[in-house]
């Protein structure tokens, strides 16, 4: 069975970093691409940035330019955000996504086929 896990998060101060990794694992010829998107409590879910199947594109929400990073991790469908100088109001759980068709990124919830099981990420002093 063909599906996205997801790995990392935890608790970090302020100003800290933490990294999440993502992974279409299971017997696929495709290439993805792959989207993380959070939700807050109370809150609906948002986009918060995306890689193409090539990792050669990449697209971010404004409210984590500059402090987040996505890129391909090492292998083939598997991807990793890194995230820097990270607020209280990034705390949320995040959760990566995938799509097998189309180039470039998706910013869109409905663009994704496969949801990982979400990952929960607090930014408390």
């Known amino acids: 069975q063909v599906q996205v896990v997801q790995s990392g998060g935890g608790s970090v101060q302020p100003g800290g970093s933490l990294r999440l990794a993502c992974a279409v694992s299971g017997r696929t010829s495709k290439t993805y691409a792959l989207g993380w998107f959070r939700q807050g409590a109370g809150q609906e879910t948002e986009f918060v940035a995306a890689?193409?199947?090539?990792?050669?594109?990449?697209d971010y929400a404004d409210s984590v330019k500059n402090r987040f990073t996505v890129f391909r991790d090492n292998a083939r469908n598997t991807a990793a955000l890194q995230m820097n100088d990270l607020k209280p109001e990034d705390t949320a759980v995040y959760y990566c996504a995938a799509r097998s068709i189309g180039f470039g990124t998706f910013n869109q919830y409905d663009d994704y086929e496969m949801w990982g099981q979400g990952t929960q990420v607090t930014v408390s002093s």
């Open positions: 890689l193409s199947w090539t990792g050669g594109s990449t």
